[in-house]
């Protein structure tokens, strides 16, 4: 499988963006996927995560309702839907594939999210 995250970029406090990571090599909707992160000088950590459906998701306790993540199986893509950025959110964001739920066995290319304050 193969996942290129995309969408990054500068946004002020408060503002929103959404990320997109494509998805090939294997059927997309055979595995459940995920959001990560990691900050400079920080260990990666979990932001979100999606069912093979679409029906079962789970947050990474600091999203507190900001982000929203979905997948459309028949575009084989992933998103990330962020608002009320924060300047603490400000990370290279990965998308994942998942072994089982919440276990990831293979990690994409990253893109940056820059948040000002």
């Known amino acids: 499988v193969q996942l290129q995250a995309s969408g990054g970029g500068l946004v002020q406090a408060g503002g929103s963006l959404r990320l997109s990571c494509a998805a090939s090599?294997?059927?997309?909707?055979?595995?459940?996927v995920g959001w990560f992160r990691q900050a400079p000088g920080k260990e990666r950590e979990i932001v979100a995560a999606v069912s093979r459906s679409g029906g079962r998701t789970y947050y990474g306790d600091f999203v507190k309702g900001r982000f929203t993540v979905a997948r459309d199986n028949a575009k084989n893509t992933l998103y990330l839907q962020m608002n009320s950025l924060k300047s603490e959110d400000t990370a290279v964001y990965y998308c994942?594939?998942?072994?089982?739920?919440?276990?990831?066995?293979?990690w994409g290319q990253g893109t940056l999210v820059t948040v000002s304050s």
């Open positions: 090599g294997r059927t997309f909707s055979d595995f459940a």
């Open positions: 994942a594939k998942s072994l089982v739920w919440l276990a990831y066995d293979y």
